[in-house]
């Protein structure tokens, strides 16, 4: 049972166009929700993360959005840029309860043509 | 200051054989983490290290699964026998231990096992 789940699988998006990741959770008792970014070869890099207690948070281009009612939070990208062509992951985790190991979601690949 | 690193980058092995994957974490980071992503689907749990003890080894698969952290620097993830749906890539985290939680984890480049 995928207790985090992710969508779209890819998108691609023009230069200067906003991609949105989507992602879904099940279990209420988590509390840290990361998104992760991923390129070929390297392992996945902490992008931004957020907290239960806020609704939004941004940083430069990245912002997420987090509706704890509905279980839900997502990643937008402005502007997007072909340097931002990567596999996302999206996480979840119960920090102090279970050693802040991270449940991801599928991941969705990025292409931003130019 | 120094990332996370892995060894091999790749393996490819036969079926029933015996592979030893290897994680430095950052020098000073106590908790580790290994994951594991099968083609295709999400980025698996396998266990985490406080130093060497292990914290919680709830996702490993199977007793074919060995992981150890000795001396609590640099980790080992064998596979003995490997089997076809071990293939994938292995990744290490680790970050440091403080109480205040919400420590990021610094990610290896992973290790891609193929078993054939």
């Known amino acids: 049972q995928q207790q985090v789940k992710q969508s779209p699988q890819s998108l691609i998006v023009q230069k200067g166009g906003i991609s949105i990741i989507n992602c879904a959770y099940e279990n209420t008792a988590f509390d840290y929700f990361p998104w992760y970014q991923q390129f070929p070869g390297k392992g996945p890099a902490l992008l931004i993360a957020i907290r239960p207690d806020v609704s939004e948070k941004k940083e430069g281009r990245f912002t997420i959005s987090f509706n704890k009612s509905a279980k839900q939070f997502s990643l937008h990208i402005m502007d997007s840029q072909p340097g931002d062509s990567a596999t996302y992951f999206c996480?979840?985790?119960?920090?102090?309860?279970?050693?802040?190991?991270?449940?991801f979601g599928g991941g969705t690949r990025v292409l931003v043509k130019p | 200051e120094a990332g996370v690193t892995q060894f091999p980058s790749h393996s490819v092995i036969e079926k029933g054989q015996t592979v030893t994957l290897r994680c430095d974490p950052i020098?000073?980071?106590?908790?580790l983490y290994w994951y594991r992503r099968v083609m295709g689907k999400e980025i698996k749990f396998l266990l985490h290290f406080v130093k060497e003890s292990k914290q919680d080894e709830s996702g490993m698969p199977n007793n074919r699964f060995l992981a150890e952290r000795t001396g609590g620097t640099y980790s080992t993830l064998k596979v003995q026998p490997a089997e076809l749906e071990d293939s994938g890539v292995y990744f290490c985290?680790?970050?440091?231990?403080?109480?205040?939680?919400?420590?990021?984890?610094?990610f290896g480049p992973g290790t891609r096992l193929t078993v054939l």
């Open positions: 996480a979840a985790s119960r920090v102090r309860a279970a050693g802040n190991k991270l449940t």
């Open positions: 985290a680790s970050s440091p231990y403080r109480d205040s939680s919400y420590n990021e984890q610094f």
């Open positions: 020098s000073g980071h106590d908790n």
